[in-house]
């Protein structure tokens, strides 16, 4: 089965411009989910996506956005740019099966370098 | 609320000595934990998980780790360090039902031949 994957694996752009970044999840899972990590910050959950809702945000501002499409891929969207949002961009997918475990399935990243 | 400290962002140990990664966390509900690993340039592998049951998990590459409620604890073990072990070490927790994940700030590990 083919793991999960991002595209595209690096990207660099400039202040104030939008950038969107995609995720196909494991075939049959159905919750995809996205992380940013930063040197500062470490690890911190963005949002995540099931069944082409938003089930949970975590503590970012407005300017980062996403969805899902009926076939679990997804794209994360940030608009107006700032240079703290360089960071690997991890997505990772889940089955998110009713008492699952939760375990999630992390694609390789995007790094985005915003100049 | 769930959060994770992991004791110590640097840990170097010689090829053959036990590794030691301590993670204590943080939650209001039964948690779930997890031990990540990240290589260079690339996304996170996940070395092992506890649910429920058996408190001492046994994962990938002879790693394991023991789940102590009494201490809020989860530290990840391995007799034997080889090279390849070197990376980037995650703890991670999250409620039952949640998928989102809190990190660790992460152990670096260096194994000196």
């Known amino acids: 089965k083919a793991g999960v994957t991002q595209t595209p694996r690096y990207l660099i752009k400039t202040r104030g411009q939008q950038v969107t970044l995609s995720c196909s999840p494991i075939s049959g899972h159905r919750s995809v989910s996205w992380y940013q990590q930063t040197p500062g910050q470490g690890l911190q959950f963005l949002f995540e996506?099931?069944?082409?809702?938003?089930?949970n945000k975590g503590n970012f501002p407005g300017r980062f956005s996403g969805r899902q499409f009926s076939n679990s891929r997804s794209e994360m969207n940030v608009s107006t740019l700032e240079l703290g949002d360089s960071a690997l961009y991890l997505c990772?997918?889940?089955?998110?099966?009713?008492?699952?475990?939760?375990?999630?399935?992390f694609g390789p990243g995007t790094r985005l370098t915003v100049l | 609320a769930q959060s994770v400290t992991q004791l110590g962002s640097h840990v170097s140990v010689s090829e053959g000595a036990l590794v030691l990664l301590r993670c204590n966390y943080s939650?209001?509900?039964?948690?779930?934990l997890f031990w990540y690993v990240q290589y260079p340039n690339q996304g996170l592998q996940l070395l092992l998980k506890?649910?429920?049951?058996?408190?001492l998990v046994k994962g990938i590459n002879g790693f394991e780790a023991e789940f102590k409620k009494s201490e809020t604890s989860f530290h990840l073990t391995k007799p034997s360090a080889h090279m390849s072990d070197a990376a980037e070490y995650f703890c991670?927790?999250?409620?039952?039902?949640?998928?989102?994940?809190?990190f660790g700030t992460g152990t670096r590990l260096t194994v000196i031949p």
């Open positions: 996506y099931f069944s082409e809702t938003q089930r």
């Open positions: 939650s209001s509900v039964p948690p779930y």
């Open positions: 991670a927790v999250s409620g039952t039902g949640a998928n989102n994940l809190f």
């Open positions: 990772a997918s889940s089955s998110r099966l009713a008492g699952g475990t939760n375990e999630q399935f």
């Open positions: 506890y649910t429920t049951g058996a408190t």
